[in-house]
């Protein structure tokens, strides 16, 4: 039997996909999204991803359409995405129907509990694409996500 984290099996690819706003993390005032700036949580998710043998591709855009785009060339290439939409979670429509051509593995992740915030961040779109939902662990929840998906696109 072969061990699938070994060095001759290809790494597998993931796209972490973060929406509007995500790269002022670290400079909100009142902390909600931690103190951790993007390119630390970009540093720290790639050597999470390095850890585990995975290929990831972290990138953030503050424009609806070019998430749709990065989802839909993810089909060719990635094995699973993780995305924080941000904003966009409560309200496109777009994504979900990219999403939910996507052939892979799905993870939703966001810096703070969207429960326990203002009602209208209690429905998300994405969840109904999504494999499994992380919230509320700042930082950490964006690790825990790399750490499940690779658990899922390697089942």
Same mark, same amino acid.
């Given at each position: 039997?072969?061990?699938? /984290?070994?060095?001759?099996?290809?790494?597998?690819?993931?796209?972490?996909?973060?929406?509007?706003?995500?790269?002022? &993390?670290?400079?909100?005032?009142? *902390?909600?999204?931690?103190?951790?700036?993007?390119?630390?949580? *970009?540093? @720290?998710?790639?050597? *999470?991803?390095?850890?585990?043998?995975? /290929? !990831?591709?972290?990138?953030?855009?503050?424009? +609806?359409?070019?998430?749709?785009?990065?989802?839909?060339?993810?089909?060719?290439?990635?094995?699973?995405?993780?995305?924080?939409?941000?904003?966009? /979670? &409560?309200?496109?429509?777009?994504? !979900?129907?990219?999403?939910?051509?996507?052939?892979? *593995?799905?993870?939703?992740?966001?810096?703070?509990?969207?429960? @326990?915030? +203002?009602?209208?961040?209690?429905?998300? &779109?994405?969840?109904?694409?999504?494999?499994?939902?992380?919230?509320? !662990?700042?930082?950490?929840? &964006? +690790?825990?996500?790399?750490?499940?998906?690779? @658990?899922?696109?390697?089942?």
């Amino acid at each position: 039997m072969t061990d699938s /984290t070994t060095s001759s099996s290809p790494p597998q690819t993931v796209w972490f996909l973060n929406g509007p706003n995500a790269n002022l &993390y670290g400079l909100d005032a009142n *902390k909600v999204y931690g103190s951790d700036s993007f390119p630390t949580l *970009k540093a @720290r998710c790639d050597a *999470k991803a390095a850890s585990l043998g995975l /290929t !990831l591709h972290f990138v953030q855009s503050n424009w +609806e359409g070019q998430l749709v785009d990065w989802i839909q060339e993810a089909r060719g290439c990635a094995s699973g995405i993780i995305i924080n939409a941000a904003g966009l /979670t &409560y309200s496109s429509v777009p994504i !979900l129907d990219a999403l939910l051509s996507f052939p892979g *593995k799905i993870i939703e992740v966001h810096m703070s509990n969207i429960w @326990r915030r +203002e009602s209208f961040r209690h429905h998300s &779109y994405i969840s109904k694409a999504a494999d499994g939902v992380i919230a509320g !662990l700042g930082g950490d929840g &964006y +690790e825990f996500a790399i750490e499940a998906m690779s @658990r899922l696109i390697r089942r």
